[in-house]
């Protein structure tokens, strides 16, 4: 008779295979409207923010400036994205959508926000404000380890097998 695993254990296994399953629908549906998830996210934060630096998009994205530039590159060659300096700071570059990006933007958006709430539809209010308050706590304790640098460390180590 198989070993029933740790609740800890499953949880991250579920969550494992829940992030796999939404990836892939989500890939399947950027793929439609011709964008990756990094020109996407750069799409909306410029449509919903306005204009702003690389290095403030790449901290509301959670990536560093140099992962941005290629994706930043594609959608200036793609007419998408203008970059403008400063004209008071010419040191400092802000990135703009074009009127075929918020176009782009405008047309994009919706079908990824309706894919993504697909994923949510089996939840009702009060099972999806419970998952989103578990996903939040978790979050935070795994933000604050990592900014302390400290990993999280196991009484007894366990092996994963997949199941």
């Known amino acids: 008779m198989p070993q029933e695993r740790p609740p800890q254990t499953a949880a991250w296994i579920a969550l494992d295979r829940v992030h796999s399953l939404m990836s892939r629908q989500l890939q399947n549906t950027m793929t439609d409207y011709d964008v990756t998830r990094p020109q996407y996210s750069v799409l909306r934060l410029l449509l919903e923010s306005g204009p702003q630096t690389a290095n403030a998009l790449s901290s ?57 709430a697909s994923f949510f539809a089996a939840l009702d209010e009060a ?31 366990e092996v994963v097998t997949a199941s």
């Open 127 to 157: 099972q999806l404000a419970a998952f989103l308050s578990s996903l939040r706590a978790l979050e935070a304790a795994l933000d604050t380890e990592e900014s302390h640098d400290t990993p999280s460390k196991q009484q007894t180590p």
């Open 60 to 116: 509301s994205m959670g990536v560093t400036p140099g992962n941005l530039t290629g994706v930043i590159d594609r959608l200036e060659a793609g007419g998408y994205l203008a970059r403008q300096r400063d004209p008071s700071d010419r040191r400092c570059i802000y990135l703009s959508l074009t009127p075929a990006g918020e176009h782009k933007a405008r047309e994009i958006i919706p079908g990824i926000r309706g894919t993504v």
